[in-house]
């Protein structure tokens, strides 16, 4: 699950986005980013452009979900959503089982080198389809960091996320200006 920050509201992490109606009774299928049984434990949902809306139920149908909305009632009204993303509050997503963490946990968490040296900051988790990446912001920009072992290591404290740690194993120059770029911009 991810957050671009100018689509959802503050606190908030994303869910996925409506593909299309399902069904004639108001049905919308939602692409989901993460574990769909997230999903089915939320009461409400906040559809961009529309706000906040009761879930009124919520089916499998993998590797989706359909969800029915509070106020749409028919194929027409789900059309209407179609493209739309879909969030929920980080207070409102259920409990996960121990020694796991949502992706927003990650957000402002500081990004080390394997060396202990400071990085960066991550300031989202972006679904890239087959992987996700980090996005981290260092002083001269934005990175993007393939989020899978044996590259990144997330240390538990207290059962949630402490920092980023890039292993010896991670490629040079992950994180940083591109060869060729200096201070941010390309060299003419």
Do not use: C
Request: aromatic fraction near 6%; charge should be negative.
């Amino acid at each position: 699950m991810t957050r671009p920050e100018a689509s959802g509201p503050p606190d908030a992490t994303r869910l996925g986005h409506l593909l299309g109606p399902h069904g004639v009774q108001g049905g919308i299928k939602l692409y989901v980013l993460g574990d769909p049984a997230q999903v089915l434990a939320l009461k409400r949902v906040y559809v961009e452009s529309r706000g906040w809306l009761s879930l009124r139920r919520a089916e499998g149908m993998p590797p989706n979900l359909v969800l029915y909305l509070a106020g749409v009632s028919s194929r027409e009204g789900a059309e209407e959503l179609r493209g739309l993303q879909v969030y929920a509050t980080d207070a409102e997503l259920p409990d996960l089982e121990e020694g796991t963490f949502y992706y927003h946990d990650l957000r402002g968490l500081e990004v080390y080198g394997a060396g202990g040296e400071r990085l960066g900051t991550v300031s989202d988790v972006m679904d890239a389809g087959h992987q996700d990446l980090l996005v981290v912001d260092y002083g001269g920009g934005t990175s993007f960091v393939p989020l899978q072992a044996p590259y990144v290591e997330v240390p538990l404290a207290g059962g949630k996320p402490g920092a980023v740690h890039l292993t010896a194993d991670a490629p040079a120059g992950l994180i940083g200006p591109e060869p060729g770029e200096e201070d941010g911009a390309a060299e003419s």
